[in-house]
């Protein structure tokens, strides 16, 4: 009886060792499972989202949540020398309001989130209200409506420096495992491609407007010298292909094209405007007292009238009475640094003109 005894007692043991490996391995593939899931998820919000990183940090604050078992989460981003709260998971109104009035602010040592940046390593707390050096300030404000107690705070890293932060809370002491803190390096991670995905993507948006601007510059460029080789003595249809290119160009559906004389504008060209106002600009007028022109001849770029209503002289008001034109961008035509002239583009409504794209009037410097 007793070897059976010891042999039931053994099995029994060995029963239990593998009930233990068991539920291991289940929790081990559980974890694996959820972790894949999180990062399929996430990674397909990235794909949906290349040029905006908002709606990755709200699904990685709430994966993070979840699958950390985490009462709520939040992402700041590093930018301008402060840390700024960009998402929150899972708490009220009243907690949202009190961690949004902390930020942004700049990373520090004295609040989790703030050393673990400054670190550039996780930092994990059981229990916040023990940790000596936590800012008074912050631990009042959001204690009074949150009450967490467990946190953590991982990195998230670029070029291996930090650009931002991920926290997990719990509202009681329940500090977090070391598998749960790996997840949230997973998804510091995974905030990390978004951002880089998010910055080449504009990068490439941009440099693809450049080219397709420089080709739209080409282009009319040389269209207006065909125009140019096609009428040698003739100046009028050289003048209306630039003003029609310039327009075109810079997105303007209305103007004119005015030779300087040394004292005096005078249009040589006009595109969609009355009849009227085109003899007032063919009738020329004194360069020196109009706003926009004297300006220029001092050397500005650009002028832009934000309003011709609101300007005292002649030229402006026909213009908002003759043709009802209210914004006017003037571009000069200059050789050398001389004043030869002006290109004149215009807005039927008061508003702004895309001035940043000015350089796409280049064209109108006509040769000498």
């Known amino acids: ?44 919000v990235i ?6 990183v908002q709606p990755v940090f709200e699904a990685i604050v709430a994966r993070a949540a979840r699958v950390c078992e985490a009462e709520f989460s939040a992402v700041a981003r590093f930018a301008d020398g402060l840390l700024h709260l960009v998402a929150l998971n899972n708490m009220s109104s009243e907690e949202t309001a009190a961690f949004h009035s902390l930020f942004p602010r700049p990373p520090g040592r004295h609040f989790v989130m703030g050393r673990a940046f400054v ?16 800012d008074p300030h912050t631990v009042q404000v959001l204690q009074s409506v949150s009450g967490y107690r467990s946190f953590v705070a991982v990195p998230i890293f670029r ?9 997990c809370g719990r509202r ?43 080709l739209d510059q080409q282009t009319a460029t040389a269209e ?41 504008l005078c249009a040589v060209a006009t595109h969609a405007v009355s009849n009227k106002f085109t003899e007032v600009l063919r009738q020329g007028y004194r360069a020196a007292d109009s706003p926009a022109s004297r ?6 770029p650009f002028v832009q009238i934000a309003d011709c209503v609101e300007i005292d002289h002649p030229v402006f008001r026909s213009a908002a ?48």
């Open 119 to 134: 670190d550039a390593q996780p930092v994990h707390f059981d229990d916040v209200l023990t940790w000596l050096d936590y």
């Open 47 to 52: 794909s949906r989202s290349p040029t905006d």
């Open 159 to 167: 070029d291996s420096r930090p650009i931002g932060v991920i926290g």
């Open 321 to 368: 009475e003759l043709s009802g034109i209210r914004t006017v961008l003037f571009v000069p035509l200059r050789k050398e640094d001389a004043f030869l002239g002006l290109i004149a583009a215009r807005a039927w409504r008061c508003g702004r003109l895309p001035t940043s794209r000015s350089r796409c009037l280049r064209i109108s410097r006509p040769r000498q």
């Open 224 to 264: 207006v010298l065909q125009v140019i080789n096609s009428s040698p003595g003739d100046l009028a249809p050289v003048f209306d292909a630039i003003l029609e290119k310039a327009h075109s160009l810079c997105g303007a559906a209305h103007g004119s094209l005015q030779l300087y004389d040394g004292e005096n």
């Open 172 to 214: 009681e002491v329940k500090p977090f495992t070391a598998t749960q803190i790996d997840l949230v390096k997973t998804f510091a991670d995974q905030a990390a491609i978004a951002l880089e995905n998010v910055r080449l993507f504009s990068e490439l948006e941009t440099r693809n407007r450049d080219l397709a601007e420089a």
């Open 1 to 44: 009886m007793a070897v059976l005894d010891d042999a039931l007692s053994d099995l029994r043991q060995t029963v239990a060792a593998l009930e233990r490996q068991l539920e291991e391995r289940t929790a081990e593939r559980d974890n694996a499972l959820a972790r894949q899931t999180a990062t399929s998820e996430i990674l397909s």
């Open 295 to 300: 300006v220029l001849i001092e050397g500005q």
